[in-house]
């Protein structure tokens, strides 16, 4: 069977998602009850749909609050002061579009997440943190 696409390159000016499925996020054992392939396409789809971008990555730290969605902004959103949001506990097709209705919608720094989305963001892992500060 040949690997699934891991990233969808629409827009270089849209938003990217990056889906953590590494040890805990994604893996039907931890997490049972959620079906981890179908939101992945639920965020494809979308992705397809509006024109931003997804990723995948192996893990992204916070075990504890899986599923992780990190909604990173577009060139457009750093310039409006926009910064990565880490998004918690999406184990469902609510939280999951609504993923992807602010990423349509623009991401961080473009469009305001909803305030039940913004209810799940969470701290990123030290290591990311001190990532993103070497950038600046």
């Known amino acids: 069977m040949p690997p699934t696409p891991r990233t969808f390159l629409t827009g270089s000016g849209s938003c990217t998602l990056v889906v953590c499925r590494g040890c ?3 893996d039907a054992r ?3 009850g959620t079906d981890h392939a179908w939101q ?5 789809a979308g992705a397809a749909e509006h024109g931003f971008q997804v ?3 192996d893990c992204l730290g916070p075990c504890d609050q899986a599923n992780v969605i990190v909604v990173r902004p577009s060139a ?3 310039r409006a002061g926009g910064r990565a ?3 918690g506990f999406v184990m469902d097709d609510e939280g999951t579009d ?4 602010w990423a ?3 991401g961080p720094g473009v469009a305001e997440p909803p305030l039940t989305l913004e209810l799940q963001f969470v701290e990123p892992p030290r290591e990311a943190r001190v990532r993103s500060r070497r950038r600046r």
């Open 30 to 32: 931890k997490n049972p």
């Open 24 to 26: 805990c996020c994604g």
């Open 85 to 87: 949001a880490w998004i």
């Open 76 to 78: 457009a959103g750093r």
């Open 104 to 106: 349509a919608a623009g």
């Open 40 to 44: 992945l396409e639920l965020l494809r």
């Open 55 to 57: 990723r995948t990555s």
């Open 98 to 101: 609504e993923v992807v209705q």
